[in-house]
């Protein structure tokens, strides 16, 4: 009996279908800026990546599919600014101002995807926005093995680390949401974006030479 196996694909023709999956992505999040994600249907974003709607099907079993990569790819931006400050010595020593420049640089950087997170992590598709809020959980974890490292809370207990975790994503999600709203080219409200995000940190950092779990 032959066996007939499935033609592999070649690197040109495995080029070009990554090119059109990323500009599936890329349609999905132009159009969720002006209308949400849950708003916006597949031939809608079939048209904006300029291919037929079948072709949509090669890439994605459905749109809430489609959202949930958005998620991931949108998280996976967080991630690599975490793993990069902590290779970087001058971060951990001087991690306050560091974050906060980080902070803007990033957001400013992949405006697209913060703003994805911003706008679909309360209401919109029900699927998105629980996975939104899952990701956001994974990232106090993989924030409080950093901060774990920091004077005066190296012999916290796990659940406090993770608490004053917390405390910085609400802050870090608040400040990025300031940045996504702010118009390009203005550099004096950029500074004071930071300033504000430094000045709430030191805030939180204040407490944690007093603090006590009991109290």
């Known amino acids: 009996m032959t066996v007939i196996s499935e033609p592999v694909p070649t690197p040109m023709r495995q080029a070009q279908k990554e090119r059109t999956r990323e500009a599936i992505l890329a349609a999905a999040l132009r159009l969720s800026q002006e209308q949400g994600f849950a708003q916006i249907s597949l031939r809608q974003v079939a048209r904006e990546a300029g291919i037929v709607p079948t072709a949509f099907y090669r890439h994605f079993a459905d749109m809430e599919q489609l959202g949930l990569t958005l998620v991931e790819h949108s998280f ?70 950093v901060l774990a490292r920091l004077p005066n809370i190296e012999n916290w207990s796990s659940e406090d680390v993770q608490m004053v975790s917390r405390l910085f994503v609400r802050n870090m999600v608040s400040n990025a949401e300031e940045v996504i709203e702010m118009p390009d080219n203005r550099p004096d409200l950029e500074e004071e974006i930071k300033e504000g995000a430094r000045r709430q940190m030191r805030l939180i950092v204040l407490g944690f030479r007093d603090w006590n779990s009991d109290s």
């Open 76 to 145: 996976a931006t967080l991630r690599k600014m975490i793993r990069d400050s902590q290779r970087d010595p001058q971060v951990f020593t001087n991690i306050i101002d560091a974050s906060a420049d980080i902070l803007v640089g990033v957001v400013k950087e992949h405006k697209a995807h913060f703003g994805f997170i911003a706008r679909e992590r309360f209401g919109g598709q029900v699927s998105v926005s629980k996975a939104i809020r899952h990701e956001l959980d994974l990232f106090v974890s993989e924030l409080a093995v």
